[in-house]
């Protein structure tokens, strides 16, 4: 398997522009989580996805922040504007089985955001 | 307030040598710790997962250990390798909700000098 894939690695975009990551999880993976990676916070969780369905948002920073899941093996994460506090990394993970933390999730590499 | 604290924040060692790295929490109620290995520009990576009832965990050169009456554990690092530089982030998990929520730390970046 080729493990949790994301794109684009890097994004450079200017405030205000709308910008749009995506996370391709583990085959066979019902569970989705979308996080941001900053210096300052270290890793948060901003949003999972149980079955395609959101479970959890309490970690979305703001309205300007949205995640969809259509189907089981494609998520976005839209930033409508951007502005500039948005620069980070943002991870994708997907594990088997939300419903118990003992389940590993595994990890995206990242997309790097920098909102100029 | 639940919090994962970990030290130091940063380290640098000589390859081949030991190291431990610390993660005191105050998670309750507790569900289990993981430790994670991030390498630069890479996402994170299990190493140990260690629950309530578990004591010591080893993964290779890894050995995590628990205290949950303490409420600490600890990732020893034996004979260190230049692969082994990398940040080191424990994670906590609360019992009782669905996911069980997480408590991240901010990480223990590690350096292997030769």
């Known amino acids: 398997d080729a493990g949790v894939i994301q794109s684009p690695r890097h994004e450079v975009t200017e405030m205000g522009q709308e910008v749009t990551l995506r996370c391709k999880p583990i085959s066979g993976h019902n569970s989705l989580f979308w996080y941001r990676q900053t210096m300052m916070r270290g890793l948060e969780l901003l949003i999972y996805f149980n079955n395609n369905v959101p479970i959890d948002d309490s970690g979305m920073p703001e309205d300007r922040f949205s995640a969809k899941m259509p189907n089981a093996s494609f998520s976005t994460l839209k930033i409508q504007p951007s502005e500039p506090r948005d620069s980070a990394v943002y991870f994708c993970a997907s594990s088997f089985d939300s419903s118990s933390s003992y389940n590993e999730q595994f990890f995206g590499p990242g997309t790097r955001l920098t909102v100029l | 307030k639940n919090q994962v604290e970990q030290s130091p924040q940063s380290l640098i060692i000589l390859e081949g040598k030991n190291c431990t790295l610390q993660?005191?929490?105050?998670?309750?109620?507790?569900?289990?710790l993981r430790w994670y290995k991030q390498d630069t520009g890479r996402g994170p990576v299990s190493l140990t997962i260690m629950t309530f009832s578990e004591n010591t965990k080893s993964n290779g050169r890894y050995t995590a250990t628990l205290d949950a009456d303490t409420k600490q554990s600890s990732l020893h690092i034996t004979a260190s390798q230049l692969s082994d530089s990398a940040s080191y982030i424990c994670v906590v998990s609360e019992r009782g909700s669905t996911l069980g929520r997480l408590y991240f730390g901010r990480g223990t970046q590690l350096t292997v000098w030769p």
């Open positions: 993660c005191n929490y105050t998670v309750s109620p507790f569900s289990n």
